[in-house]
């Protein structure tokens, strides 16, 4: 009866669950497939058929599924303590990870806020950049900038420095007003200028900005050198470099937004350390648990923990969530930070990447391919004249060549889990040719 099951699944899951980012009537067409289990970097159907997970299960999962380090760290830590409240109380697992996590920055960011989800980091940040400002007697810095084709979330908060229509646009009416000023995208070059020429060109719409009303605004909020959810676009780390500069000039927070970008994702642990800068807040979350459980937090540096330091409550931060430093996430963060010292990972991804790379040339060459770009552990390239439903046919197709991909509207991306063995890269290229190839043709 194993034919029966797969199907059942389906059913039962189109009967019940309201899946995430999806219109539900594209499953008449768009395949729904129930994950029995999972092992490495492939995911398993209940007929056996076996998924690559090219995209670390929408970019959380960095060593694998059922990775037995982080099993064996959680499951000692399921038996010692699963949850407790982090007000009035603390935890091993939190104050440990908090330090490691300071160490990692050379401790300029001392102080770990925590929180569940991506998005609720963002709004953290938000919050306290606006309130930091205030208990400084600069009540007036009340608003944000963001970046052109900027995403960090889709709460109303973290959604209003958000610009991808497609998330924003029906909300429209219920979001606070954001700047918004041009991305350094260097897909944004005009003929004969290079990436470093978009980013100081970008730099200067934010000095624009700034001189005219940096009074007004409490911080600008970027994902520095991948802006992953509008397509992958890169830009050069000397736009950081330049923010930082004029955020310091015009007292203006820099936010970064690290929740993709960060833990190894790029090539250095955190983005910003390519552009030698660190922010006055750091936004973690996906990658930072392995992909075990939600886990998110914000960095910050002491003098802003400073502002709100005093005898007067309402001074304090007064934020919460339920789960803020849950044991058991703190747990596979830290056994996720062990991974990466113990196995050298950084370094054992260049030659991954090297060896990714080279087996892609010939889509970075293909006639109807455009912007072939890689940062570290991310790879995107964009099809020429793709059709509008370009993405959900390369879904459909991928899956049939043992694939999960997930196209963004016309951009291909890889962002895979950091333990794909030679066989595992060259079968991704290759199979990502196959798929793009078939999709082309119609
Ligand atoms: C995914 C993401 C978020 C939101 O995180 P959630 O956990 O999905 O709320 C915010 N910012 C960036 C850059 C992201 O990629």
Redesign the pocket.
């Known amino acids: 009866m194993e034919l029966n099951k797969q199907s059942d699944w389906v059913a039962r899951s189109l009967r019940s669950v309201w899946h995430p980012c999806t219109q539900m009537q594209h499953h008449e067409t768009v395949p729904l497939i129930p994950v029995s289990r999972g092992k490495g970097a492939w995911l398993y159907d209940h007929e056996g058929r076996r998924y690559l997970d090219a995209i670390s299960s929408w970019?959380v999962n960095l060593f694998g599924h059922a990775n037995p380090r982080i099993n064996a760290a959680l499951k000692d830590q399921l038996d010692t303590l699963e949850h407790a409240m982090l007000a009035g109380f603390t935890h091993e697992p939190v104050i440990e990870l908090s330090e490691k996590l300071s160490a990692l920055t050379g401790h300029v960011l001392g102080h770990s806020f925590y929180a569940s989800?991506?998005?609720?980091a963002?709004e953290i940040a938000l919050k306290m950049s606006f309130h930091s400002w205030r208990n400084n007697g600069k009540s007036d810095k009340q608003e944000f900038v963001c970046l052109k084709g900027s995403?960090?979330?889709?709460t109303i908060g973290?959604l209003a420095v958000t610009d991808v229509a497609l998330f924003k646009d029906a909300y429209g009416p219920l979001l606070r007003a954001s700047q918004t000023v041009m991305s350094p995208d260097a897909r944004n070059a005009a003929e004969g200028e290079t990436a470093s020429d978009v980013a100081r060109r970008a730099a200067v719409d934010v000095e624009r900005l700034f001189a005219e009303r940096a009074d007004k605004i409490a911080a600008i909020i970027i994902?520095p050198l991948v802006q992953?959810?509008t397509g992958m676009a890169m830009h050069d780390p000397l736009y950081l470099k330049l923010v930082r500069e004029l955020c310091d000039r015009h007292q203006v927070h820099l936010i970064l937004?690290e929740?993709?970008?960060g833990c190894g994702r790029t090539g250095t642990f955190f983005a910003c350390e390519q552009a030698g800068i660190w922010p006055d807040f750091l936004?973690l979350?996906?990658g930072i648990s392995g992909g075990y459980l939600?886990l998110?937090l914000v960095m910050t540096r002491d003098e802003i923990y400073q502002a709100f330091y005093s005898n007067d409550v309402t001074r304090g931060f007064l934020h919460s969530h339920s789960y803020t430093g849950n044991p058991l996430a703190c747990r596979a963060a830290l056994a996720t930070l062990q991974i990466f010292e113990d196995d050298d990972i950084l370094n054992a991804n260049r030659v991954k990447a090297a060896r990714l790379t080279a087996a892609l040339q010939p889509l970075a060459q293909h006639q109807q391919v455009r912007n072939f770009r890689n940062r570290g552990m991310i790879w995107a390239f964009d099809a020429i004249d793709a059709t509008p439903d370009f993405s959900r046919r390369f879904f459909a197709t991928a899956v049939e060549h043992e694939l999960l991909m997930r196209p963004i509207g016309a951009t291909v991306y890889m962002m895979p889990p950091y333990i794909l063995d030679d066989e595992e890269i060259d079968g991704l290229a290759a199979n990502t040719l196959a798929v793009f190839d078939k999709v082309m043709a119609g």
Do not use: L, N, R
Not at 117 to 120: F, Q, T
């Open positions: 970019w989800d991506g998005a609720s963002v995403y960090h979330g889709e973290a994902e992953c959810a937004d929740i993709a970008v936004c979350s996906k939600p998110s």
